[in-house]
T-cell receptor, first 112, second 113 residues
Framework: NAGVTQTPKFRILKIGQSMTLQCTQDMNHNYMYWYRQDPGMGLKLIYYSVGAGITDKGEVPNGYNVSRSTTEDFPLRLELAAPSQTSVYFC???????????FGPGTRLTVT | GENVEQHPSTLSVQEGDSAVIKCTYSDSASNYFPWYKQELGKGPQLIIDIRSNVGEKKDQRIAVTLNKTAKHFSLHITETQPEDSAVYFCAASIAGGYQKVTFGTGTKLQVIP
């Protein structure tokens, strides 16, 4: 199993551009999450999904959108990128709610 | 909602010494307490977890203790090695159903050879 994969690994965006961060898991997990990690800080939940077709906001959803059309994929969309969205983004999945989460390798995004 | 505080934010120890990281949580309903290790440039990875019906759990050089009354739990690493250098996160949640996991702010552990 590849586990949780994320693309791209690195990206530089100009202010106002848009992009989609891709996340795929091959463990048949129902739950998927997007976090951002700012330098020296912990993980903040952006959005989560409890199954295909079901998504909900986390702590810091503004400026982002998600969709979950399949069990495997959970892309994160950034519209109108702002410098405040410079961060490392992690996708994670879990079999059940509140249990062990499996993280992807992260996407380092810089908005200038 | 749940609030998890983690201390210290940085910790330096000599190789072979022990390291202790402490966390407190606020929601008495939380019953699952995982610890994640994040190596440089990688995503966090679970290293040990404990559930509220257990007071202590050990896995080789790593142990976690839980005090439900005081609402705090700790990670203990004995005989530290350079490869233990990483950022460690504690977390708390209610296992089962959907409950989001609340993470601490992380502890950067440096093991000095």
């Amino acid at each position: 199993n590849a586990g949780v994969t994320q693309t791209p690994k690195f990206r530089i965006l100009k202010i106002g551009q848009s992009m989609t961060l891709q996340c795929t898991q091959d463990m048949n997990h129902n739950y998927m999450y997007w976090y951002r990690q700012d330098p020296g800080m912990g993980l903040k939940l952006i959005y989560y999904s409890v199954g295909a077709g079901i998504t909900d906001k986390g702590e810091v959803p503004n400026g982002y959108n998600v969709s979950r059309s399949t069990t495997e994929d959970f892309p994160l969309r950034l519209e109108l990128a702002a410098p405040s969205q410079t961060s490392v983004y992690f996708c994670a999945s879990s079999l059940g709610g509140g249990g062990e989460q499996y993280f992807g390798p992260g996407t380092r995004l810089t908005v200038t | 909602g749940e609030n998890v505080e983690q201390h210290p934010s940085t910790l330096s120890v000599q190789e072979g010494d022990s390291a202790v990281i402490k966390c407190t949580y606020s929601d008495s309903a939380s019953n699952y307490f995982p610890w994640y290790k994040q190596e440089l440039g990688k995503g966090p990875q679970l290293i040990i977890d404990i559930r509220s019906n257990v007071g202590e759990k050990k896995d080789q050089r790593i142990a976690v203790t839980l005090n439900k009354t005081a609402k705090h739990f700790s990670l203990h690493i004995t005989e530290t090695q350079p490869e233990d250098s990483a950022v460690y996160f504690c977390a708390a949640s209610i296992a089962g159903g959907y409950q989001k996991v609340t993470f601490g702010t992380g502890t950067k552990l440096q093991v000095i050879p």
